[in-house]
Structure formats: structure tokens, C-alpha cells
């Protein structure tokens, strides 16, 4: 099942056309502020395999949190609706992996939650653990954002967790956003029900939390 790493920076709503600086000055800039001054909680070395590792699972959140200036996106989130406009260093978290080998970190009020690849049934349950960890730490008015974008599989009880979870984050104002879910990795049989709770549009291959349904 294709990724977003196999779209070599192509974007899926204009298959035939390579977006222009997709990775633009603004872009790069969130991606370089989201890997600084993480050396408090990662040594030199794991910085380094984690900007070759996830240097594009970055930026798809980058590319996602900032907005896409293509037509056919234009009800996705955008930079302004997340508030970052004036995004410093002192705006984002320390850059963590847990032990399930999901990747995470904040900004101002949003936590970014990158899914790996491949996740064995034991880290799903370690994942599950951790983002219980993440809700109960949660201030009031803080919105998730999930990451797909490297994800080709799923287990059946991810979607009840993770619906039960933005239940939760509503309750305290917040809301879970998902960008860069592949089709196939939907349930069909719930399509409809999991878009219209999520607020998912099909972009390409790829789905993504819109501000409105």
C-alpha cells in the first residue's frame, strides 16, 4: 500500500503535477523548529536517524498544519486556525518516541502524534497506554493532530480507541484532527460513520480533518 513517502513530495489531489517548492522557506522553517533544541531529551546521534528517519513524516504534519495553498484543499485547517503565525522555538515541545515507536511532540496548544509504519499488535497496546498517558496531561483547549502518513495498516479496535479519545478531548474543548489517513486503511464498512465523525475529506488517496464536514 503506497505511503506518503512513495509519492516522492507528489501531492495526491494533483497527481499529474509536482506542487511548487512543496517544502517551501515557511515549511522548512516548521519542520527545522519542530527537531530544535530536543537535546535535553535525545542524544546527537538519535537526532540525527530521526531527521533522516522522519524527515518527511515531519513535514507531511508541517505540510498539514500549515495548509496547502491548492484549491482543492482550501477547507482544510490553516495556518491561521491553528494559531501559528508567529511560531518560535519556545512554542514546541521536547520531540519524543515512546516505546511503541510513535513519534511526538507539541505546538502552542496542539499535540502532534506521528504513527510508524508497522506496529505489532504488543506496541499497539503500548501506543494505547501512552495516548492515555498524553489525555491525562491534556490542558483544556488542546487539540491532536494524527498522523497517517507512513501508516499501512491498522488493527480493528484503533478506530473505537481512538473515537473514544476524541470524545474525551471534546469534553475539555479540544478536538482530534487526522491528516494523511490512506483509503485503504479506513474501515469500509464504517466509511461514512468515521468521515462524518472525524469531518474527513478524500484528497487523492488520502483523507484529512477539515474545519467543517
Not at 486503511?185 to 480533518?209: E, M, T, V
Request: charged share 20%.
Amino acid at each position: 500500500m503506497p505511503t506518503f513517502y512513495d509519492y516522492g513530495y507528489i501531492y495526491p489531489s494533483e497527481k499529474s503535477k509536482r506542487l511548487e517548492n512543496l517544502l517551501s522557506i515557511e515549511e522548512q522553517e516548521s519542520y527545522n523548529t519542530l527537531l530544535s533544541g530536543q537535546a535535553t531529551c535525545l542524544s546527537r546521534s538519535q537526532i540525527g536517524e530521526l531527521k533522516e528517519t522522519y524527515k518527511k513524516h515531519v513535514n507531511a504534519v508541517c505540510l498539514y498544519l500549515l495548509g496547502c495553498r491548492s484549491i482543492n484543499v482550501n477547507d482544510l485547517p490553516s495556518k491561521e486556525f491553528w494559531n501559528l503565525s508567529e511560531l518560535s522555538d519556545h512554542d514546541t515541545g521536547q520531540l519524543r518516541v515512546e516505546a511503541s515507536g510513535v513519534l511526538h511532540t507539541t505546538v502552542k496548544n496542539n499535540r502532534i502524534i506521528m504513527l510508524p509504519n508497522h506496529v505489532s499488535e504488543e506496541n499497539w497496546q503500548k501506543f494505547y497506554t501512552e495516548v492515555f498517558s498524553y489525555y491525562k496531561y491534556t490542558a483544556s483547549g488542546t487539540n491532536w493532530i494524527m498522523d497517517f502518513s507512513i501508516v499501512s495498516d491498522i488493527p480493528e479496535n484503533f478506530w473505537v480507541n481512538i473515537i473514544t479519545y476524541n470524545y474525551k478531548l471534546r469534553s475539555l474543548g479540544g478536538e482530534l484532527y487526522l491528516c494523511w489517513v490512506h483509503h485503504s486503511i479506513l474501515p469500509q464498512q464504517n466509511l461514512a460513520g468515521i468521515c462524518s465523525f472525524f469531518r474527513l475529506k478524500r484528497i487523492g488517496d488520502f483523507y484529512f480533518s477539515t474545519v467543517n464536514v
